[in-house]
């Protein structure tokens, strides 16, 4: 079993759609990270976060800490964030997920 | 802020051949640099942690005679693959932090190797 799940593996969804992308580890962490990789290769990171809750624009991540589990959350969704979405927890390294692959419709 | 550039963003070599791959961060000084590899549909995976002017620390079951990291500046780490050959082409990206692995990382755009 890996350390570091995210499900869906695959998300297709309409424009407008309010996603939302979980993420399950199964180790003690200290910090998480999501990470979008888009279709070139490139990747950013969208957030860190230890606890809580945090937003940038349409984007809200969250974490519960006790549960051992982290959600992304991207409002009225848009092709343009079509990409793959990773989630990795620092245990001393990064663990990182398998990935998300978000495909938005027009 | 925070931009990490990669270059080349592609290579193509012949086996036998080694490459290099800079990793550069272009308005910050990063302490710690790392150097991830990605096989198609597959998860990065870390491959070594390097802190400038010191031995690159690598992950187990990568090895450190073949891909040779130097980070000799705070803005520059470099990957040389060497004698590489077809099972070595992958995605390599680096990324670089301020301090270390607890802060945020800054992703190069990727160096895609393919060899022949």
């Known amino acids: 079993k890996n350390e570091v799940e995210q499900s869906p593996q695959n998300l297709t969804a309409q424009e407008g759609e309010f996603i939302t992308i979980n993420c399950s580890y199964s180790v003690g962490i200290s910090a998480l990270h999501w990470l979008q990789q888009h279709p070139g290769g490139g990747i950013v990171s969208l957030f860190m976060?230890?606890?809580g809750k945090k937003k940038h624009g349409r984007l809200i991540a969250t974490i519960n800490i006790q549960e051992k589990h982290s959600s992304l959350h991207i409002t009225a969704s848009h092709p343009r964030d079509s990409a793959v979405y990773i989630c990795a927890v620092i245990r001393g390294n990064l663990i990182f997920g398998k990935g998300t692959k978000l495909s938005v419709k027009p | 802020g925070a931009v990490v550039s990669q270059h080349p963003s592609w290579v193509i070599c012949k086996s036998g051949t080694s490459v290099k791959i800079e990793c550069r961060s272009l308005?910050?000084?990063?302490?710690?640099m790392f150097w991830y590899r990605q096989f198609p549909k597959q998860s990065l995976m870390l491959m070594a942690t390097s802190n400038e002017g010191s031995k690159a620390t690598y992950e187990q079951g990568v090895e450190k005679d073949k891909f040779l990291i130097n980070h000799a500046s705070l803005t520059l780490s470099t990957l040389t693959v060497t004698s590489a050959h077809p099972e070595d082409s992958s995605f390599y990206i680096c990324?670089?932090?301020?301090?270390?692995?607890?802060?945020?990382?800054?992703f190069g755009p990727g160096t895609r190797l393919l060899v022949l």
């Open positions: 990324s670089a932090t301020l301090t270390g692995i607890g802060e945020t990382q800054y």
């Open positions: 308005d910050f000084q990063a302490t710690t």
């Open positions: 976060l230890s606890s």
